[in-house]
């Protein structure tokens, strides 16, 4: 069986409707796959979203089982289940382990500065001229994947594919107000479950000496009302240890909020980012994700 998964911890909109996306793809090109993974969906991925009739697969992991991987390249990250031997494909717009997969995996590894990995499984659909047979919820899903991976397309990420890609899923199930429908709902799923939200996209990770290894991410219609709870993230945060950093974006004035643990970790990212200071905030226009914060970096260690 070929399985596809996603990171171990917890899914996003993004890893969630691409499996599901891919998983469908090949079935209708005659290949039985099935999506597998036991982590938890973070709030990226809405009630309405849940209750589609595509989900994740109950399937038992046997030895002989293939996988394909979307959404993910480092492999500290891989479910427990996979055996990289048996991998034969990965998907991923992460940074830095670009040339240890295609080196292995040659044509079979994508990994590209991209939106989002919906926009390249989107863009399978087109190239197996599959497109207009998508059913209007697998592109619902992967509509909230890219609206969601750009933050409303103002992402330095985002590149005109994801635009493109986004137009012709807004065409074939003619609704063109998505956005505001989806990120209503994502924004009182945070309001409401603030702790479990934190938690389910929180990254611990080594980049290098300009980042804490715990590096959390928000993304939220706007900030402003959240920044008012700080003693109640900071006391969230403080439980994955002593040095950390959170990521706020707030989608409505394209701005990241970010909060940190302590003022060395406050000079470093000054260093890093062009953004100021702001009653103990420091605020980054336009917005930036995670990932490009990530990338920034990685590049200022080369220079
Ligand atoms: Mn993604």
Redesign the pocket.
């Known amino acids: 069986m070929i399985v596809i998964t996603v990171g171990k911890s917890y899914i996003?909109i993004?890893?969630y409707a691409s499996s599901i996306a891919y998983r469908e793809l090949l079935g209708m090109k005659g290949i039985e796959s099935k999506f597998v993974s036991n982590a938890v969906l973070n709030y990226s991925i809405t009630d309405s979203l849940k209750s589609i009739p595509y989900s994740v697969d109950d399937y038992s992991i046997d030895s002989n089982d293939k996988y394909i991987i979307l959404?993910l390249s480092n492999k500290s990250f891989f479910p427990d289940f996979v055996d990289e031997n048996n991998i034969v494909e990965i998907i991923d717009?992460h940074p830095g382990f670009e040339d240890y997969w295609n080196n292995k995996l040659g044509n079979n590894a994508i990994i590209e500065p991209i939106g989002?990995?919906a926009t390249i499984i989107t863009e399978k659909y087109e190239k197996d001229g599959l497109f207009d047979r998508m059913d209007k919820d697998i592109a619902k899903l992967l509509m909230a994947a890219i609206l969601d991976?750009t933050l409303n397309f103002t992402a330095n990420i985002t590149t005109d594919r994801d635009r493109t890609t986004y137009k012709k899923l807004e065409s074939l199930i003619n609704e063109y107000d998505y956005a505001s429908t989806y990120f209503s709902e994502c924004q009182k799923y945070i309001e409401d479950n603030l702790h479990e939200s934190i938690k389910n996209d929180i990254k611990i990770q080594k980049t290098n000496e300009y980042l804490p290894d715990v590096f959390g991410q928000l993304t939220i219609w706007n900030a402003e009302e959240l920044l008012h709870k700080r003693d109640f993230i900071n006391q969230i945060m403080n439980g994955y240890g002593n040095e950390w950093m959170l990521n706020i974006i707030s989608l409505s004035n394209n701005s990241s909020y970010i909060i940190y643990s302590n003022d060395e970790i406050k000079s470093k990212l000054e260093q890093l980012l062009d953004c100021y200071d702001k009653n103990g905030t420091l605020i980054k226009s336009p917005a930036m994700l995670r990932k490009e914060i990530m990338r920034k970096a990685l590049t200022a260690k080369s220079k």
Do not use: E
């Open positions: 996003d993004d890893g959404d717009h989002s990995v991976n």
